[in-house]
């Protein structure tokens, strides 16, 4: 991976971050001309010391404290997992780990220390800590306010229409430095005012990702083509999962693999003036999968259980799952030498429907110290060309930059590892195109989960009837959100 060994351009953009607040373009364009002057000195300089010392154009740069005099000397994060704190230690320049093998456990950059708070997302405790911690956030002590906040598409908007996330515009980030992002991951975190509030570095399109073993075994050949004419719409998916039945394997580990791409599809949000609304396209989700499970084709496994990721390995006997590119690479168990995904044993095609699901998005929360710092970390997560085809690389996610993965994908030497080597890039740039979350609200976590819980008790036999299941379904969330009907 390639370090970005800029020191002077970085001191001096971190040093007038805050005057970019204050004064506007004028000011942004005087450090910009700056920052470029200072840059090219730097790099001459550093390839004067390559020629002595090339292990020195790997190294990070070192950030002094003059750089973020400004700012505050803690720079707290807040987050359920680990997945941001290791793009921070793998990707940003000047940050210093605590602990090379715990992203987590923090680390300096220049003299702020990082720290990260991770609040796991099970039982909505993430969210329960935001609602406690970020409202107090001004009045909280220097060490201990809250500086950046990451969030999810499902609650996004939570947060984007309160004051409790500042707009980027506020940490002098225009909208021009985000012109090569994918207008969805803008949308979901626009407050209805127009603000900008938040910032993602990944995009989150959708394939569908099969076992190459099954493929050759059952439908004679593990090529994409092939393997998306079995799967190109959903009847012919349902055939295909006959097929697969009587050669011992489940199409999907459980019903709630194909939800993503059924909810994602949808005409109308989950509430629509207060009362909810189960979209036709829901409802068709409940009746094949309620087919598939009576069959056999499938089971009614919760997400990230045990029995759901038994599938990762081959004697799950599980043919396919629907994901973007973070599940690939981070949650197939690709670092177990006995699973599928460390033999290179998926592929991926587009399957029956496009879809996106998930991604993380950078907030900036009201009442931070340090503003310089955190518009800096998301320009150079979410805006470096350089640095997001580093994450391309090393990573194999999909980065909110069209010009980084355009090139990405016509790149004939690059090749995800977990895929057999294939480049399934133009698949995912093609998704990202046409990802539309106009249907989004702030209670799609919530009913989303109540839903599949009511619809398992349905699938399993527990439930009766669907409409039983609905009556559920419609207590469950009348329970955590007593406000909505239905």
Same mark, same amino acid.
């Given at each position: 991976?390639?370090?970005?060994?800029?020191?002077?351009?970085?001191?001096l953009?971190?040093?007038?971050?805050?005057?970019?607040?204050?004064?506007?373009?004028?000011?942004?364009?005087?450090?910009?001309?700056?920052?470029?002057? #200072?840059?090219?000195?730097?790099?001459?300089? /550093?390839?004067?010391?390559?020629?002595?010392?090339?292990?020195?154009?790997?190294?990070?740069?070192e950030?002094?404290?003059?750089?973020?005099?400004?700012?505050?000397?803690?720079?707290?994060?807040?987050?359920?997992n680990d997945?941001?704190?290791?793009r921070?230690?793998?990707?940003?320049p000047?940050?210093?780990?605590?602990?090379? /093998?715990?992203?987590?456990?923090?680390?300096?950059?220049?003299?702020?220390?990082v720290?990260?708070?991770?609040?796991?997302?099970?039982?909505?405790?993430?969210?329960?800590?935001?609602?406690?911690?970020l409202?107090a956030?001004?009045?909280?002590?220097?060490?201990?306010?809250?500086?950046?906040?990451?969030? /999810?598409?499902?609650?996004?908007?939570?947060?984007?229409?309160?004051?409790?996330?500042m707009?980027?515009?506020?940490?002098?980030i225009?909208?021009?430095?985000?012109?090569d992002?994918?207008?969805?991951?803008?949308?979901?975190?626009?407050d209805?005012?127009?603000?900008?509030?938040?910032?993602s570095?990944?995009?989150?399109?959708?394939?569908?990702?099969?076992?190459?073993?099954?493929?050759k075994?059952?439908?004679?050949?593990?090529?994409?083509a092939?393997?998306?004419?079995?799967?190109?719409?959903?009847?012919?998916?349902?055939?295909?999962?006959?097929?697969?039945?009587?050669?011992?394997?489940?199409?999907?580990a459980?019903?709630?693999?194909t939800?993503?791409?059924?909810?994602?599809n949808?005409?109308?949000?989950?509430?629509?003036?207060?009362k909810?609304?189960?979209?036709?396209?829901?409802?068709?989700?409940?009746?094949?999968?309620?087919?598939?499970?009576?069959a056999?084709?499938?089971?009614? #496994?919760?997400?990230?259980?045990?029995?759901?990721?038994?599938?990762?390995?081959?004697?799950?006997?599980?043919?396919?799952?629907?994901?973007?590119?973070?599940?690939?690479?981070?949650?197939?168990?690709?670092?177990?030498?006995?699973s599928?995904a460390?033999?290179?044993?998926?592929?991926?095609?587009?399957?029956?429907?496009?879809?996106?699901?998930?991604?993380?998005?950078?907030?900036?929360?009201?009442?931070?110290?340090?503003?310089?710092?955190?518009?800096?970390?998301?320009?150079?997560?979410?805006t470096?060309?350089?640095?997001?085809?580093?994450i391309?690389?090393?990573?194999?996610d999909?980065?909110?930059?069209?010009?980084?993965?355009?090139?990405?994908?016509?790149?004939?030497?690059?090749?995800?590892?977990?895929?057999?080597?294939?480049?399934?890039?133009?698949?995912?740039?093609?998704?990202?195109?046409?990802?539309?979350k106009s249907?989004?609200?702030?209670?799609?976590?919530?009913?989303?989960?109540?839903?599949?819980?009511?619809?398992?008790?349905y699938?399993?036999?527990?439930?009766?009837?669907? /409409?039983?299941?609905?009556?559920?379904?419609?207590?469950?969330?009348?329970?955590?959100?007593?406000?909505?009907?239905?």
């Amino acid at each position: 991976m390639k370090k970005f060994k800029k020191a002077m351009a970085l001191s001096l953009a971190l040093a007038m971050g805050l005057s970019l607040v204050a004064c506007g373009d004028s000011a942004k364009e005087e450090t910009e001309a700056t920052t470029e002057a #200072a840059t090219e000195a730097e790099v001459e300089e /550093e390839e004067t010391e390559a020629e002595s010392d090339d292990a020195s154009a790997d190294e990070a740069v070192e950030v002094t404290e003059a750089d973020l005099s400004a700012d505050g000397k803690v720079l707290n994060i807040q987050c359920w997992n680990d997945e941001f704190a290791r793009r921070l230690r793998d990707h940003y320049p000047g940050f210093e780990a605590n602990d090379p /093998e715990d992203a987590t456990a923090g680390g300096k950059i220049g003299d702020i220390e990082v720290k990260f708070t991770v609040t796991p997302s099970d039982d909505n405790a993430y969210q329960n800590n935001l609602d406690a911690v970020l409202p107090a956030n001004a009045d909280a002590a220097d060490d201990d306010k809250v500086d950046l906040f990451l969030v /999810e598409a499902d609650y996004a908007l939570k947060y984007v229409n309160t004051p409790l996330a500042m707009p980027v515009s506020d940490l002098g980030i225009d909208e021009s430095e985000l012109a090569d992002q994918y207008q969805y991951t803008k949308d979901i975190v626009t407050d209805a005012d127009g603000n900008l509030k938040g910032v993602s570095w990944q995009g989150c399109p959708g394939v569908l990702i099969y076992n190459r073993e099954a493929a050759k075994e059952v439908l004679g050949s593990d090529d994409p083509a092939t393997v998306q004419e079995a799967v190109k719409d959903w009847d012919t998916f349902n055939a295909t999962a006959k097929t697969l039945k009587d050669a011992g394997y489940k199409i999907t580990a459980t019903a709630n693999d194909t939800f993503r791409v059924f909810s994602d599809n949808v005409s109308s949000p989950w509430v629509v003036d207060n009362k909810i609304v189960v979209d036709d396209s829901i409802k068709k989700w409940v009746d094949m999968s309620k087919e598939q499970v009576d069959a056999g084709y499938t089971g009614t #496994a919760d997400l990230w259980s045990d029995d759901w990721s038994a599938g990762f390995y081959p004697d799950g006997k599980v043919f396919c799952y629907f994901g973007p590119a973070w599940l690939i690479d981070f949650c197939m168990a690709a670092d177990d030498e006995s699973s599928i995904a460390h033999a290179g044993g998926w592929g991926a095609t587009t399957g029956p429907q496009g879809f996106s699901w998930g991604g993380t998005w950078i907030c900036a929360a009201n009442g931070t110290d340090n503003p310089a710092l955190v518009a800096d970390i998301i320009r150079k997560l979410t805006t470096d060309t350089d640095i997001m085809t580093g994450i391309v690389k090393q990573d194999n996610d999909f980065v909110n930059n069209k010009p980084a993965m355009e090139a990405m994908a016509a790149d004939s030497s690059y090749g995800d590892d977990v895929l057999g080597g294939q480049n399934a890039l133009s698949m995912f740039c093609e998704g990202a195109d046409k990802i539309d979350k106009s249907n989004i609200c702030e209670y799609d976590q919530g009913c989303t989960e109540s839903f599949q819980a009511a619809m398992k008790d349905y699938f399993e036999g527990n439930t009766a009837t669907y /409409e039983e299941a609905l009556e559920a379904f419609y207590t469950s969330v009348g329970e955590k959100y007593p406000e909505l009907t239905h």
